[in-house]
């Protein structure tokens, strides 16, 4: 499949009604959800996205538990920033159950990346390795999952931090896209995960 089609399934497969922020901490861009079912992506894909959901412990494939920006399928990157604002804000308050667990493994092993900005900072949401360069034309290695633990919700990214604009037959990228740009949002929000 080529990555114009790619994106295409996926436009057609988001559902009609965008996320709009009820405050200033929502999505600088509309974010659309996707129904799991619906999701036009490989198997390997939605089964580990399942996997993070139904995961018990903290979800990760890393060859070491401390690496960061590891490339391979499932591992946890890194602590993701969320900036700019794509993603609604995860909730605040007291941690319980797997969203503790998920947020001392981040501490633990994690804290150096925080957006590869050395922080210490946990902010509620991990960001995973979703291909391999074989996927999709420009590298699936670009597909990005990101779990909100604080939330239980899931977000996938095509193209890392890219957005597009695409006509008739072409698709062109642009690296992350400003508010009010006409962008679509690099990310969509999957729902119903089974």
Request: aromatic share 12%; proline share 6%; hydrophobic share 35%.
């Amino acid at each position: 499949m080529s990555s114009f089609a790619f994106i295409q399934g996926l436009e057609a497969a988001k559902t009609v009604a965008e996320v709009i922020p009820v405050d200033h901490n929502g999505p600088v861009l509309p974010l659309y959800p996707i129904e799991f079912r619906s999701l036009p992506v490989d198997q390997k894909i939605k089964d580990l996205m399942s996997a993070i959901m139904r995961s018990s412990g903290a979800y990760d494939m890393s060859e070491r538990s401390t690496s960061i920006g590891d490339d391979t399928v499932g591992a946890m990157r890194q602590i993701h920033s969320n900036v700019p604002k794509y993603l609604p804000t995860a909730s605040g308050g007291a941690l319980s159950g797997r969203a503790k667990v998920y947020d001392a493994y981040a501490q633990a092993f994690k804290h150096h990346s925080a957006d590869r900005g050395g922080g210490s900072a946990t902010t509620g949401f991990v960001e995973y390795t979703a291909g391999d360069l074989a996927m999709y034309g420009w590298g699936g290695n670009r597909f990005r999952i990101v779990f909100n633990y604080r939330d239980s919700k899931l977000y996938f990214a095509p193209l890392h931090y890219a957005s597009w604009t695409l006509t008739a037959t072409t698709i062109t990228t642009v690296d992350k896209p400003k508010g009010g740009s006409g962008h679509p949002n690099p990310f969509f929000w999957i729902t119903n995960i089974k």
